[in-house]
């Protein structure tokens, strides 16, 4: 089995961790063995445990989303590659990364009430905690903008957690390791931001 189970993940509740802090997904579907890719934000609806999404009418992915097809779904966590120097103990390099992979079948949403009340709530989990951004239901913008707009459900057939965090190693590699992934992600965004702007 792969990857072995200790970096297995089948705990519902950290997997929903994922989703809810790192909610840009990657949606995959398959047509004519040909893969299409889209990255989208996706909400976990408590309420039925389905993720909701919206998608630009013109991405050629929008006709796939729709009639109960399959579709798999890639929850990005933190990553980074773990040097050996770290460690207290003799080690090899390797990488440390959370992913949640998620398989399901899509439905199309068509009405426009639904699609307007979705974005409004999507806006209002996305600016959480602050709110410093409230989207209106009376935004022109907002109305002039849905035609163009297609919102979508997945009902979640499968959940698979992939968390590869120095599980197999001793107490202290592991906080190293922990401490090497919060380090690299901050300071990896600082670099990669300043290098392109």
Known sequence: MYPPPKHQENDKVHLLEVIKTYTLATVISVKDNTPLITHLPLIYRE????????????NPQTSLLKDENEV?????????????????????????????????????????????QSLITMTEFLEAPEHQYVL???????????????????T????EGKFKLSQDKKPK????????????????IKQFLDSIF
């Open 72 to 116: 798999t779904v890639i929850f990005y966590g933190p990553q980074c590659y773990i040097s050996p120097n770290i460690y207290t103990t003799t080690q090899l390099p390797t990488w440390n990364y959370v992913r949640v992979h998620l398989t399901g079948k899509v439905t199309k949403i068509e009405s426009t009430a639904a699609l307007k």
């Open 136 to 154: 209106e239901p009376d935004n022109p913008r907002l109305d002039k903008n849905l035609k163009y707009i297609k919102m979508f459900e997945i």
């Open 47 to 58: 309420t039925d445990g389905k993720l909701i999404g919206h998608i630009d009418i013109y």
């Open 156 to 159: 979640i057939d499968t959940w």
């Open 173 to 188: 590699d592991k906080e190293n390791a922990r401490q090497a992934l919060i380090k690299a992600n901050q300071e990896s």
